[in-house]
DNA sequence: GCAATAGTGTCTCTAAGACAGTATCAC
DNA sequence: GTGATACTGTCTTAGAGACACTATTGC
């Protein structure tokens, strides 16, 4: 039982994700360090001192984003854990949290920005991300594409005022599906919390322009939206 | 920066659920030592040398209950990680997984027996348990509760061959709610891949006999079981 | 026969999906 | 006016829920 309380380092990365000129994106550090120097991988951190994990991924996020964990719906994907995920050190076990972010004005506005981006995330997959950032990755897209079913998070890809269209591209973008404008419209609308009209208008290029509405207060979408299934060969 | 790469202890605590005399009840432990010694606990135990954290649930959950994880559905749940979350040391993180059992023939008939117990969660929730382990019960049983609603792990209750009727009382007695007979039927033996007629038949106590059945394939449900919204004030 | 439980038929109603039609802008 | 986009109305249909009804056992 010599080796049954080994100790281990544990580190919280970041899944986050925004929608920015029409493509799904996650921000992504480049590695400057082996392993994987050169590499692409997701944002992250050591545990400190006296913080828990959830708390080192709100610091985290600040320090990349320069936002506030509170409005970007932080949460837990999952512990990736494999005893060989990091060849540095025997043993560093980490906690994945999803975050979704509105389209920010920089790309990296935090002060930790080395050389952070926010990439396609079919890019990242089909190119690879260091570690087992593919995994990760993964995972949290398929949490993101489930929670868009039954809460309200598709606001959290919106700035504070949005347009009915824009909050349609979010699940467009995600789901990557194409919706019904119209029953989508009723939907959004009449699903209690989901949005609220702020009264102003915003122009179009060339067409009538949309109502602006910003998110409610309800948490869960009831009924829930429904996501096309896949077609079948 | 010197706390930045902290060392700790790592768990995997399990929640395994069963129904048994028509109670939700899940796999509990008497503490021997302190702290919180002859206070309940979720079973648990530390990661080892080369194997994940998956796999630590996955020996426990042998350990404990004799049964292998195969057929368990074992899931995480989530990460604790405060930093008080156990006085003994600083810094032991667990990590939280779902398991879910069909009515075993005895209490515990693992090796590592030494005072399980199944008792009904609605007693540990009220009773309090050690740790954070409520925090944790509290998190498996929503966990549990979702997934009924869209996979098909109400079988994992049940024995190799089932009925109906058992199947329901699955759905009823984790969701506390009570289910059309008559619909319930219909939904699940439609539902592709939920499940199977096996060709026998289970007398019961006064009545017609039930066709028995087994589980099927499917590992999503589809349509979804929609779950009664609660009653409103 | 009666009691009890298993299972079927059928109706109603909600809501999703399809899509025609209307509203409001730029030009 | 045309063209474009936002939004509304309405029909069809799938499926949830209510519940009457039939089936198969023990007594």
């Known amino acids: 039982m010599s080796r049954a309380r080994q100790t281990v380092t544990l580190t919280a990365d970041l899944v986050v994700l925004t929608i920015r000129e029409g493509t799904l994106r996650a921000l992504v550090v480049e590695r400057g360090n082996e392993p994987f120097a050169?590499?692409?991988?997701?944002?992250?951190?050591?545990?400190?001192?006296?913080?828990?994990?959830?708390?080192?991924?709100?610091?985290?996020?600040?320090e990349e984003t320069g936002l506030s964990a509170e409005k970007l719906h932080l949460r837990q994907v999952?512990?990736?854990?494999?005893?060989?995920?990091?060849?540095?050190?025997?043993r560093v076990v980490t906690c994945a949290y999803l975050a979704i972010a509105p389209n920010?004005?920089?790309?990296?506005?935090?002060?930790?920005?080395?050389?952070?981006?926010?990439?396609?995330?079919?890019?990242?997959?089909?190119?690879?991300?260091?570690?087992?950032?593919?995994?990760?990755?993964?995972?949290?897209?398929?949490?993101?594409r489930a929670e868009l079913q039954f809460r309200t998070i598709a606001t959290a890809f919106c700035g504070e005022e949005f347009t009915i269209g824009e909050l349609r591209e979010v699940y467009e973008v995600i789901w990557g599906v194409r919706l019904d404008k119209p029953n989508f419209h009723r939907k959004v609308t009449e699903a209690a919390g989901f949005v609220v009209r702020t009264g102003g208008k915003r122009?179009?290029?060339?067409?009538?322009?949309?109502?602006?509405?910003?998110?409610?207060?309800?948490?869960?979408?009831?009924?829930?939206?429904?996501r096309p299934r896949p077609v079948e060969a």
Chains 1, 2 share one sequence.
């Open 104 to 144: 920010l004005p920089l790309p990296t506005a935090g002060s930790d920005a080395r050389s952070a981006h926010w990439l396609p995330v079919d890019l990242l997959q089909r190119s690879g991300l260091a570690f087992d950032h593919d995994d990760i990755l993964r995972d949290a897209l398929e949490l993101a």
């Open 78 to 90: 999952g512990v990736y854990s494999a005893p060989d995920r990091d060849p540095r050190r025997p």
């Open 38 to 62: 050169g590499k692409l991988a997701l944002p992250g951190g050591f545990l400190r001192g006296e913080e828990s994990l959830d708390e080192t991924a709100a610091r985290e996020l600040a």
């Open 203 to 226: 122009p179009t290029a060339n067409g009538r322009p949309a109502a602006l509405y910003r998110a409610g207060a309800a948490d869960t979408l009831t009924p829930p939206m429904m």
